[in-house]
C-alpha cells in the first residue's frame, strides 16, 4: 500500500555533502518508523540510521555516525538523510524503508516496504 520513492541520489566529491530524500505515497506514514540502508554489490543489505514515528529517537550505524543524520516531516510524508564528510566507502545503493511499527529497529528483516534505492558515488 505504501509506496517510498527515493531521490537526491549522485556523484558528489569526497568529504562532501548530499541529501537524500523519501517521499511516501499511498497512505500517511506518520505512524511508521522509517529506516535508511545501503547495499553494495555482493554484499547483504546494511543498516545505516533509523528514526521513530515522531523523530524523537533516531540511530546510527557507527560508520555513520556523526557524519549522517536522519530526519522526517510528517506534513510532507517525507524522511531525509543528510549525509555530510562523505567517503568514498559510502558510495552504494541507499534504501529507504518504514516498519509496520511506530519504533525503530536496526534489522533489515523488521521494515516491510522498501524504495527502489538510489546511487550514492563518493569520488577521491
Known amino acids: 500500500q505504501v509506496q517510498l520513492v527515493e531521490s537526491g541520489g549522485g556523484l558528489v566529491q569526497a568529504g562532501g555533502s548530499l541529501r537524500l530524500s523519501c517521499a511516501a505515497s499511498g497512505r500517511s506514514i506518520s505512524t511508521n518508523a522509517m529506516g535508511w540502508f545501503r547495499q553494495a554489490p555482493g554484499k547483504e543489505r546494511e543498516f545505516v540510521a533509523a528514526?521513530?514515528?515522531?523523530?524523537?529517537?533516531?540511530y546510527y550505524a557507527d560508520s555513520v555516525k556523526g557524519r549522517f543524520t536522519i530526519s522526517r516531516d510528517n506534513a510532507k510524508n517525507t524522511v531525509y538523510l543528510q549525509m555530510s564528510r562523505l567517503k568514498s566507502e559510502d558510495t552504494t545503493v541507499y534504501y529507504c524503508a518504514a516498519r509496520q511499527s511506530p519504533w525503530a529497529t536496526m534489522g533489515t528483516s523488521e521494515y516491510a516496504y522498501w524504495g527502489q534505492g538510489t546511487q550514492v558515488t563518493v569520488s577521491s
Open positions: 528514526i521513530t514515528w515522531n523523530g524523537d529517537r533516531t
